[in-house]
């Protein structure tokens, strides 16, 4: 079983930054190497989408061409934790943004599907003014 836990959202003007945070705590030791994690994002009215994910070992990362460029997915082993830097932010990234951990799936092929991913966190959410 994995926990996640959220934090770093909040209300920041456009072409600002903010930094999220998923806190991973469970039955595993450290997180990377047991599981991948990924970002993803829910507007309302809208599907959950995939904003970025890093594979296990942390060598790989994957972004949504929406974000590429703006947004870096990073992770710390020894706090079990991963981060979600947003630089530059457009009104059309606010959003609830949910951390997630895939446990058991092929990551570079799930990576970006909500399906793959095993546990979820609550969300946190961001707003971005115009």
């Known amino acids: 079983q994995v926990q996640l836990v959220e934090s770093g959202g909040g209300l920041v003007q456009a072409g600002g930054s903010l930094r999220l945070s998923c806190a991973a705590s469970?039955?595993?030791?450290?997180?990377?190497?047991?599981?991948?994690l990924g970002w993803f994002r829910q507007a309302p009215g809208k599907e959950r989408e995939f904003v970025a994910a890093?594979?296990?070992?942390?060598?790989?990362?994957y972004y949504a061409d929406s974000v590429k460029g703006r947004f870096t997915i990073s992770g710390n082993n020894a706090k079990n934790t991963v981060y979600l830097q947003m630089n530059s932010m457009k009104p059309e990234d606010s959003a609830v943004y949910y951390c997630?951990?895939?446990?058991?799936?092929?990551?570079?092929?799930?990576?970006?599907?909500?399906?793959?991913?095993?546990?979820w966190g609550q969300g946190t959410q961001v707003t971005v003014s115009s």
């Open positions: 469970g039955r595993f030791g450290r997180i990377f190497g047991s599981c991948a």
């Open positions: 890093i594979s296990r070992s942390g060598g790989s990362t």
């Open positions: 997630a951990a895939m446990q058991m799936g092929n990551f570079d092929s799930g990576y970006g599907a909500t399906s793959a991913y095993d546990y």
